[in-house]
């Protein structure tokens, strides 16, 4: 079975800084999916950025790129020009021949003044 | 013009009553899930239907049931309510089990 982790429980950043989350995860499949949601207090699950595992190059959505790094398992959100309203919890997810998103714990990121 | 609505928002019950969910997609996706998210965040899937077809059953208990009476809708049903059953669930779509999931705005029910 598929594992998401995320070891950053909790973050912080200043608004206009850039902010890193880690990803890892863990399959034997070749072909999946990650992706980044975002949570606000809202509570709605919003798709931030997607990645197709048999492409190189890394997404991108304008203030929102990832690293993915196929060989490590390692699937990291970067946030540039952080945003009051980024402030949520993010969540890594795999979709793989399962037909389901599996999630890993989230981070929950607060931007500051 | 919601592509995934929930309803109701917020459920609060007494221990041992029966309760259900309602979930209706417009986006003409023939997959629909349930996701719950408990206390601590985490989010899991608990059900998929493709086409009215159960597709994906996890570990959830008998007491929860859901139904699909046409591809539009999946409602979920439960039975006996627990304190335990306690979270926030989430409907969520995609086309032919496609991998792009959307999500309802969920639905937080609270056992007392």
């Known amino acids: 079975a598929q594992t998401v982790t995320q070891s950053q429980p909790e973050m912080s950043v200043q608004e206009a800084e850039t902010v890193t989350l880690s990803c890892t995860y863990d399959t034997s499949e070749n072909n999946y999916y990650l992706f980044w949601y975002k949570q606000p207090p809202s509570r709605q699950m919003i798709l931030v950025i997607r990645q197709e595992a048999y492409k190189q190059q890394n997404a991108t959505e304008n203030r929102f790129s990832v690293n993915f790094q196929k060989a490590a398992k390692s699937f990291s959100l970067k946030i540039s020009d952080s945003q009051l309203g980024d402030t949520a919890m993010y969540f890594c997810?795999?979709?793989?021949?399962?037909?389901?998103?599996?999630f890993g714990t989230g981070t929950r990121l607060q931007v500051t003044l | 013009d919601t592509a995934v609505s929930q309803t109701p928002k917020y459920l609060v019950t007494q221990m041992g009553n029966d309760k259900s969910i309602k979930c209706e997609q417009n986006?003409?996706?023939?997959?629909m899930y349930w996701y719950k998210q408990d206390s601590k965040k985490f989010l899991k899937i608990m059900f998929s239907?493709?086409?009215?077809?159960?597709?994906i059953n996890e570990t959830v208990p008998n007491r929860f049931s859901p139904k699909s009476p046409d591809k539009a809708h999946l409602n979920l049903h439960i039975n006996s309510l627990e304190l335990g059953d306690s979270a926030v669930y989430f409907c969520?779509?995609?086309?032919?089990?496609?991998?792009?999931?959307?999500f309802g705005q969920g639905t937080r029910l609270t056992v007392v």
């Open positions: 986006l003409g996706h023939d997959t």
């Open positions: 997810a795999f979709y793989g021949t399962a037909s389901k998103l599996t």
């Open positions: 969520a779509s995609s086309h032919n089990r496609g991998v792009e999931a959307f």
């Open positions: 239907y493709n086409n009215k077809e159960l597709i």
